[in-house]
């Protein structure tokens, strides 16, 4: 196998998952996002161990991602979050997937590619976020439609939150006022003597920070991945401070070259990094390609052997160097701990602050050539 490897722990992905159940009860079901590849970790490996651990939901932003959850055999529901287009509609109702929309021409296509199953539809309805959702005004004849429709049925009402994880008091009151929306809006559609389905609306955010929002179904994604949606600051200090998640992913290589070089040697492409006395410099075979970025040249720092070494120069596509110091104490094969969660390891917010980013997107960053090895 490659020396460069994305570490899968999912005794983590567990301790997360309990963490959210111990928070929302046992009534209350999960839907784990598992989008971009399960935010990286590989969907596959990750979608089988949250069947196992007894997650009732996945979620998924494309067809394709949930064409790969069916061949691996996974059976619970598939919920795709994202507008499935016309041509893709048969495929969908073929695959199982439950469906979000938020409009009457998506409700038409799932009801003229209905088949002898109902495809379960979740009406998703705006109420701050501003990116897909019918409007409140619209809910209850969008819900209607869908109930008196043959082919389909209404499975659920959803929303989604854009500051559910900010503890200023203007965000607060913003989501507790999209709360509120959410809540009228479903209870006008009970009155109206239909059945609404399932109510789901909490992300990882909202699951920490709003247990009035937990409802029928909790969304997670992050938090289930081991970090805190808002950095250290997304968890509101006095809801539930003990709920420390446990990061997943540990992104690791080796050394697989090393040479002592004299000082004023210079490293990488650009000549950014000058070495200021003799130094060991080793190379590990892990670049942007691999989903290391490439704004951690000269700032990121690699764990080998108890020890840590500052990234030396440009990250280059396929490799990268570390100043391993005038006294060598690696040797050659030893792993290196790109980012992690041991002592000594970077994690991924030291890095994501580095670089102007969130863990989120370092994680979905890993790429497709970096192998997932489940332990
Ligand atoms: C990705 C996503 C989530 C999970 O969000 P986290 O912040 O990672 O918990 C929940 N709901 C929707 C609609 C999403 O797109």
Not at 173 to 184: D, G, M, P, V
Not at 233 to 256: D, N, V
Not at 304 to 318: E, P, Q
């Amino acid at each position: 196998m490659r020396a460069t490897k994305a570490v899968i722990h999912t005794e983590n992905l567990k301790h997360n998952l309990d963490s959210i159940r111990e928070l929302t009860g046992p009534e209350v079901k999960i839907c784990l996002a598992v989008k971009a590849d399960a935010y990286g970790h590989g969907a596959k490996g990750i979608g089988r161990a949250a069947q196992a651990f007894g997650v009732e939901y996945l979620a998924v932003a494309a067809i394709s991602e949930a064409e790969i959850l069916r061949k691996e055999g996974i059976t619970i529901p598939i919920i795709i979050l994202s507008p499935v287009l016309p041509e893709e509609v048969r495929e969908a109702t073929k695959l199982g997937l439950e469906a979000v929309i938020s409009t009457g021409a998506e409700i038409e296509n799932f009801i003229s590619a209905a088949g002898d199953v109902e495809t379960a539809l979740h009406l998703k309805i705006d109420t701050g976020m501003g990116r897909i959702g019918c409007s409140i005004a619209e809910s209850i004849h969008l819900a209607e439609t869908i109930s008196r429709s043959k082919g389909i049925r209404l499975a659920g009402l959803c929303t989604h939150f854009p500051v559910s994880d900010s503890s200023k008091a203007d965000d607060r009151e913003y989501t507790k006022k999209q709360i509120r929306l959410f809540n009228s809006a479903a209870n006008d559609i009970k009155a109206a003597g239909i059945n609404p389905g399932l109510l789901h609306a909490a992300n990882s955010g909202a699951i920490l920070n709003y247990p009035e929002a937990h409802l029928d179904m909790v969304r997670p994604g992050i938090f289930a991945y081991g970090f805190l949606p808002g950095g250290p600051g997304g968890l509101l200090s006095e809801l539930e401070p003990r709920l420390k998640p446990k990061p997943i992913m540990s992104f690791e290589s080796k050394l697989i070259h090393i040479k002592k070089v004299s000082a004023g040697t210079d490293i990488s492409y650009g000549r950014i990094y000058t070495t200021e006395r003799d130094s060991w410099i080793g190379t590990i075979p892990a670049g942007y390609a691999d989903g290391y970025n490439r704004l951690l040249s000269n700032k990121g720092w690699v764990l080998i052997n108890g020890s840590s070494y500052k990234v030396a120069g440009t990250v280059c596509m396929d490799q990268l160097m570390v100043d391993l110091g005038p006294e060598l104490k690696a040797e050659l094969f030893d792993r290196a701990v790109l980012f992690g969660f041991e002592d000594g390891a970077a994690t991924a917010e030291e890095l994501t602050d580095i670089t102007g980013s969130i863990p989120y997107e370092l994680l979905c960053a890993i790429s497709e050539r970096v192998p997932r090895v489940f332990v």
